[in-house]
Nanobody, 115 residues
Framework: QVHLVESGGGLVQPGGSLRLSCAAS????????MAWYRQAPGKQREMVAS???????NYADSVKGRFTIFRDNGKNSVYLQMNSLKPEDTAVYYC?????????WGQGTQVTVSS
């Protein structure tokens, strides 16, 4: 079993920044992909950013140029630096880990962008 713990969410004003962190522990073998997803009220969960073990990164169009994902393989951790936040970024953000034989999710952390 893999356990993911997220932190770093909170309330921020439009234009502000937050950094989310996710630490993985447990039965970790070879992580293929670590990613951040988000789900706003009444909407489906969507991928925000992902990074493969080889360093390939993908972003949702809505966050390109504002969000940066980076990974610390030695710590089995992934981070999401969010800048120039907008009210439409308000959502619960989930960390995701994919490895051979398993797909795992964190409990989610709330990000609220409001003045």
């Amino acid at each position: 079993q893999v356990h993911l713990v997220e932190s770093g969410g909170g309330l921020v004003q439009p234009g502000g920044s937050l950094r989310l962190s996710c630490a993985a522990s447990g039965s970790i073998f070879r992580i293929d992909i670590m990613a951040w997803y988000r789900q706003a009220p009444g909407k489906q969960r969507e991928m925000v950013a992902s990074v493969t073990s080889g360093g390939r990164i993908n972003y949702a169009d809505s966050v390109k140029g504002r969000f940066t994902i980076f990974r610390d393989n030695g710590k089995n951790s992934v981070y999401l630096q969010m800048n120039s936040l907008k009210p439409e970024d308000t959502a619960v953000y989930y960390c995701n880990l994919h490895q051979l034989g398993g797909d795992y999710w964190g409990q989610g952390t709330q990000v609220t962008v409001s003045s």
